[in-house]
């Protein structure tokens, strides 16, 4: 054994992330500017699903690889008086004329996010047959509906259409997202002209402060929202030119789908966690039954005094392992290890004065999701149809109207008394969702940690049923253990390669509250409300 287990260091730093502390709301998101938008609605007036929307819209100007109108989502909301939290479903569905004959086989196996069948030009991939029916718009809309107050829709898009106008920044991080996905970006016209300029990723000046650049007519269409209602997004003007530019590019996408889209408000699953607390999911179609199978598991690896050891990383590799192999078998997947690659997701978390909460996670699924912006609207849209698995006879197979199976975990957790500190957490990063949030859990329910202190304990991930990976943090001990449990990979937690999920939480109590980001993300960050205008 050696103590310096990685051939190659990318960085040298210890790196720290602010929390925020405060008793009239707090807004995590892995966009500094999107939480201070939900932070300025709280001051508003607004709560905390005000808040929430008005940071998911701020989002598509500011993070558009990872969110916007084009993607879908899940929320849980938990009242200030209540025990039972709520789940707001907008999650992907396939257009009504999806055809599998759409997707013929290459006869490879395709190692992007997930390791399907290859299908001839990626048309599953990125593309207009790449596109679920965009339901972000709906489930935000039903968020306000079902939690917000009675604060204008204009006033929550306020901010996002402030950040529109003033462009996206043209910092160092926008390059390194924009050059991740620019050989497929160059491929669609719009997206092309937007985000590589002659050709080009934008780059920084060398020197000063970065400049902003337009993200086409995005802006524009957050003001038709602004001033139509959301449900012109579906229904209305904006409807009608989402639907004339999908089909002229060969999509299936259509006035019907938009027509249709729905998102649902239900009572949120919960998982018990050790007779103590329930963890509120948001059920069925996300990561939250292998959630539930690892916290099953791990009832054998009970929390000590001294934190968490070899015995325990270890046993949560094994538990993690066997979950995944469970979840994969189910959808017909190959065992494979996966390499989950880019993942463009989003996860914001708040809460408001008066103890509401709020989960959010929300995504375009690819970084950058199909890679296709639409002229009219600006609108970049997801690649939903990669979740299924394109062979016609699979258990997650490709059907009109289908919905595929996804690792979006959001989640509140209540004390089983029904008293107090509530949580809120969740993350982004694909199939390293799963165990980044248990362990966000473990760390404050199991081990007492402080938020900081949860948000940058080192951690393991484990996104398949074959392999672990460490972060070489870790104590020695820890990663020998193991090393000797299974295939290990030690390695480094930091913005790109991205071998962790980005999670973030909040911890409120009735008389505050505490939020941390996730601390290798440059932009994330929590932000306090002040006092109320």
Known sequence: MTTDRLSYQSQNWILTKPSAKGKNGIVVSQSSDA????????????????????????????????????????????????????????????????????????????????????????????????????????????????????????????????LAKRGLAQDWYTTLKIASSASVLRLYEESARIYLPNGLPPVQPYQGVPGFFQLGRLASTLERLAEAGFDD??????????????????GVV?????????????????????????????????????????????????????????????????????????????????RAAVEPGDTCTTHLTVVDGDGNLVAVTTTLLSSMGSRVVLPSTGVLMNN????????????????????????????????????????????????????SVYQMLAWTLDFHMTVPAAAHAPRIDVSGPDDTSADRRLPEDVLAALEGAGPLSV???????????????????????????????????AIAATARI
């Open 35 to 162: 939480a201070k938008a939900g932070a300025a609605i709280l001051e508003a007036g607004g709560n905390a699903a005000d808040a929430a929307v008005a940071a998911c819209f701020a989002l598509a100007a500011v993070e558009p690889w990872n969110s916007g109108l084009g993607g879908i989502g899940f929320a849980v909301v938990l009242g200030a008086g209540a025990t039972q939290a709520k789940v707001v479903d907008f999650g992907p569905v396939a257009p009504h004329r999806a055809d599998p004959a759409d997707y013929p086989l290459t006869g490879a196996m395709k190692r992007d996010l997930f390791t399907w069948p290859e299908v001839e030009g990626d048309k599953n991939i990125h593309g207009p047959l790449s596109f679920c029916t965009p339901s972000a718009v709906a489930g935000y809309a039903k968020l306000k509906e079902a939690f917000g107050t009675q604060m204008p829709v204009a006033d929550l898009l306020a901010p996002a259409i402030t």
């Open 233 to 250: 997004f579906y229904r209305g003007d904006i409807a009608a030119r989402l639907a004339v530019d999908i089909a002229a590019m060969g």
């Open 254 to 334: 259509d006035a019907e789908d938009l027509a249709g889209c729905q998102a649902v408000v239900r009572d949120a699953p919960t998982i018990d966690w050790r007779g103590t607390h329930f963890i509120h999911t948001a059920g069925g179609l996300t990561a939250a039954p292998t959630l539930a199978d690892v916290i099953a598991g791990m009832a054998d690896y009970p929390p000590t005094a001294s934190g968490p050891g070899a015995d325990w990383f270890t046993g949560l590799s094994r538990v993690l392992r066997r979950a995944y192999a469970s979840r994969l078998e189910g959808l017909g997947a190959a």
């Open 384 to 435: 939903g149809m990669m979740w299924f698995d394109p062979r016609p006879d699979s258990a997650n197979a490709i059907k009109p109207g289908a919905r595929p199976l996804c690792n979006m975990c959001p989640v509140i957790v209540t004390p089983k008394d029904g008293g107090w500190p509530r949580m809120a957490a969740g993350a982004s990063g694909g199939r390293r969702i799963l165990a």
């Open 491 to 525: 390695v480094e937690h930091g913005v790109l390669p991205i071998n962790f999920a980005c999670p973030n939480l909040i911890v409120a109590d009735r008389d505050g509250a505490e939020g941390c980001s996730d601390v290798v993300s440059p932009w994330s960050a």
